[in-house]
């Protein structure tokens, strides 16, 4: 963390800010630091504290013409800015909400932006109306602190594209000993879009890092689905433990246990032969 105790106004950037915002002198001329994923009370000047707004979901994808919406939750009631970031460029702001009628930059953006406030809670939503693909980038809500201080919120990556999303088709863990070492594999086959997150937890719901290899999702249809295996190793003391294999994709999460059933490992391989036979063709 950076020291706050020279400058007059402070800015809380989120991690994708920071690179453009270094060499951006001309936009940001204070101390930038990074904004933590769910909401926490954040040391200012003056020993006071402020928290990060927690937006959902994190990951959303939608169809050319349809419409996105997403939700800032915050502590405090405040007036909200709403801005949007596209890589390598500093964040544009479209509007912010005081009052119940929302305040346009551009005025253009009236036709199909939207923000509303939770009429007893402090929560803040941003819909956007008739997608087109200009409008796929990371969105942030944001309140100012005492006017001087920007608290960005966790942020929303919007993708737009020509087709929805589509859940995994099938998923399970295959199972196989050798020596002193078991080996889990988790296959999870044909969904998209390819971005997709798989933790190993043990019996406890810990989350497990080691031995753990993450591969890379590959086309395994000829239709653009994708598939992916991770691979858990775990030494013949911690052999009858129950360990779950978690996904989050932005159509579904789920959790599977190994369950002890003993698979070849070859008719994994065998799998994934097929699917790249399918993504080559």
Not at 112 to 127: D, G, I, N, S, W
Not at 181 to 189: A, F, G, K, N, S
Not at 209 to 220: C, E, L, R, S, Y
Not at 229 to 250: M, R
Request: with cysteine.
């Amino acid at each position: 963390m950076r020291n706050l105790s020279q400058g007059r106004a402070w800015s809380l950037f989120p991690l994708p800010f920071l690179s453009h915002m270094q060499t951006t002198q001309s936009w940001l001329q204070t101390p930038v630091f990074s904004s933590p994923h769910k909401i926490s009370v954040l040391p200012l000047p003056g020993g006071e504290g402020q928290a990060v707004p927690v937006q959902t979901p994190k990951l959303q994808r939608q169809v050319k013409g349809s419409s996105a919406h997403m939700v800032c939750a915050v502590s405090t009631n405040a007036v909200m800015h709403w801005y949007k970031h596209l890589p390598g460029e500093p964040p544009k702001r479209i509007l912010y909400l005081s009052g119940q009628s929302p305040v346009f930059d551009d005025s253009g953006d009236r036709k199909r932006f939207q923000a509303q406030k939770h009429p007893t809670e402090p929560r803040y939503v941003l819909t956007i109306d008739y997608l087109t693909s200009r409008d796929s980038g990371t969105y942030y809500c944001a309140y100012w602190f005492y006017q001087s201080i920007t608290v960005f919120g966790s942020g929303t990556k919007l993708t737009v594209s020509d087709k929805g999303n589509s859940p995994p088709a099938h998923s399970e863990i295959l199972q196989k000993n050798h020596g002193n070492q078991t080996t889990y594999v988790c296959l999870i086959e044909k969904f998209y879009p390819e971005v997709i997150r798989v933790t190993w937890t043990d019996e406890a719901h810990k989350e497990v890092t080691d031995n753990v290899v993450q591969g890379d999702p590959w086309k395994a249809t000829k239709e653009g689905k994708y598939s992916i295996s991770s691979w858990l190793t775990v030494s013949a003391a911690n052999k009858d433990k129950n360990y779950h294999c978690k996904y989050e994709h932005e159509s579904k999460e789920h959790s599977l246990q190994a369950q002890g059933t003993y698979y070849m490992l070859r008719i994994f391989i065998l799998r994934i032969i097929r699917d790249l036979t399918f993504s080559l063709q």
